[in-house]
Structure formats: C-alpha cells, structure tokens
C-alpha cells in the first residue's frame, strides 16, 4: 500500500463567513484556526498551506469570559531600550477590534514559514460589511 500525499495543484480552497457576536474569543479562534490550517478537510497534509479563507465580521462584538476583560493585557515591544507597550483588553477593543481575532488566530497557527502564510487567510472587519462578497462565502455557525 502507498501513502498518497496531496499536491498543490490538487488543493481546492473555499470562503467562510463567521459572525463573532457575542461568541468566545477563545473557542471562536480555535474553530477558525483549524479551518485555516486545513485540519477538517479528509485529505489533511500537515506541511501544506491547504485551509480555507475565513472572513470574520462584527469583531467588536467579541466577548470573554470571566474576569478576563478587565485582567486581559497585550504586550509589545519596538525593540529599543523601555519600549515595551500594553494596553487592556477594554482599550484594544475599542481602538482596534480586528486585532484581537487576528492575534488569537495566530497564537494557534504554527509559528514559522507555513504559519506566516496561513496567517493570510484571515480577514478579520469590525463591523458586520466586508468587502469580500464576489467570492460567495458560505456561512459557518461556530
């Protein structure tokens, strides 16, 4: 018997539409992680960028639980002596919503070559409007 591994050329990409109001941020991430990386698909090949585009709408609606919205803290650095930044989850979500998805999604892809274009296939929009409807993305209940 013979393994057969899929080619790129052979790998057929869909569009998913995920409403994130008033989901979890952390199962609404996993669900979209694993979509992007390909896992639901039969013919799953781990070194391959074969997932499907996820399109997330209305980011700002995001919700947490427990206490975690006032504890919640994201850390960066600009790489210079003291230039270390954190802002709040409350403050992250009212400047940039979008941002909070994308860096829950990435934390869950791998983190090298495959991972950065994984990270692609993520367009994430505050509000409900997105500007991806020629590609007639099927809805996904997460």
Do not use: C
Request: glycine letters at 8%; a positive charge; hydrophobic letters at 30%.
């Amino acid at each position: 018997m013979r393994t057969e591994s899929i080619k790129k050329k052979d790998i057929t990409r869909s569009w998913y539409l995920v409403d994130a109001e008033g989901k979890n941020l952390g199962r609404l991430a996993s669900k979209v992680a694993q979509i992007i990386r390909g896992k639901h698909k039969p013919d799953y090949t781990p070194n391959l960028s074969m997932g499907d585009f996820v399109i997330v709408v209305n980011a700002e609606k995001i919700s947490l639980s427990g206490k975690k919205e006032s504890a919640k803290t994201y850390w960066r650095h600009s790489g210079y002596p003291s230039g270390d930044t954190t802002i709040g989850f409350v403050q992250m979500k009212e400047t940039h919503p979008e941002r909070i998805i994308e860096k829950a999604v990435k934390g869950m892809l791998p983190h090298n070559k495959l991972g950065h274009q994984l990270n692609g296939s993520l367009k994430v929009y505050a509000g409900p409007n997105h500007p991806h409807e020629a590609q007639q993305p099927q809805v996904l209940e997460v």
